[in-house]
């Protein structure tokens, strides 16, 4: 079995949703800290101009708090902000159309969460891929592990999947697989090409042709025994 693990973001770029497809057993670390500066809680995504933000409001300050215990800011309209920015952005491309309505379903649940709405996301994107990688949260594991080490402790897999410049803890008892991420450039919608937006930009421009390049964008590089 191979095993990658990551904390889960928020309709997730190419480079994560690459990863997925490329192990069989992608846990959604639920059990790690929120950090202000990573995709936890936001997206990109694709227009006229270029690359732009969506992001999810927060409730208080939670750096460094368990992403499984950040709450969100309901007192907004962000989720019906959001599906409009979709809309406005993709609408026009080939394979909206074909997408939007589990995507809009999405957007009409009430989220108070941020790791249940962000697991849903990846969850949901990677259905829309037609992967069938097995996906965990690691809030659901026995013992709640809250560590990559203790995560592969507790799963034990055959090769755990890891970014090419990504260290790893030395107690880490599982063979480690080191990949590399070469980002496709593909038509968008507008003019250019903004890399580092959510997947989805790629699967509604391209329907079910997506999964090639984005199965081609993940490469094997070395093997490391522990």
């Not at 941020?114 to 259905?127: I, M």
């Not at 008892?173 to 090409?193: I, L, W």
């Not at 421009?205 to 094997?220: F, I, Q, S």
């Amino acid at each position: 079995m191979t095993l990658a693990i990551r904390p889960p973001t928020y309709f997730p770029p190419l480079y994560d949703t690459a990863l997925l497809a490329h192990v069989d057993h992608f846990v959604l670390a639920d059990t790690f800290r929120f950090r202000q500066e990573s995709f936890q809680n936001r997206s990109n995504l694709r227009n006229a101009p270029g690359a732009h933000e969506i992001t999810i409001p927060l409730f208080g300050k939670p750096e460094g708090a368990l992403l499984q215990t950040v709450e969100i800011e309901t007192k907004g309209r962000w989720q019906e902000k959001h599906w409009r920015s979709f809309l406005y952005d993709y609408r026009t491309t080939m394979y909206f159309e074909y997408y939007q309505d589990p995507l809009h379903a999405f957007y009409e649940q009430s989220w108070t969460m941020l790791a249940d709405c962000t697991c849903r996301s990846v969850e949901l994107q990677a259905e829309l891929f037609g992967l069938h990688t097995k996906l965990t949260r690691a809030s659901t594991l026995e013992g709640t592990p809250d560590s990559l080490s203790a995560i592969v402790e507790t799963l034990k897999p055959e090769t755990l999947v890891v970014p090419l410049q990504e260290s790893l803890p030395s107690d880490v008892a599982s063979r480690v697989q080191r990949v590399e991420f070469d980002h496709p450039t593909y038509h968008q919608n507008f003019d250019g090409f903004e890399p580092g937006v959510t997947a989805l930009d790629l699967l509604f421009n391209y329907g079910p042709e997506a999964r090639r390049p984005l199965m081609d964008a993940v490469t094997r590089c070395q093997e490391e025994s522990p």
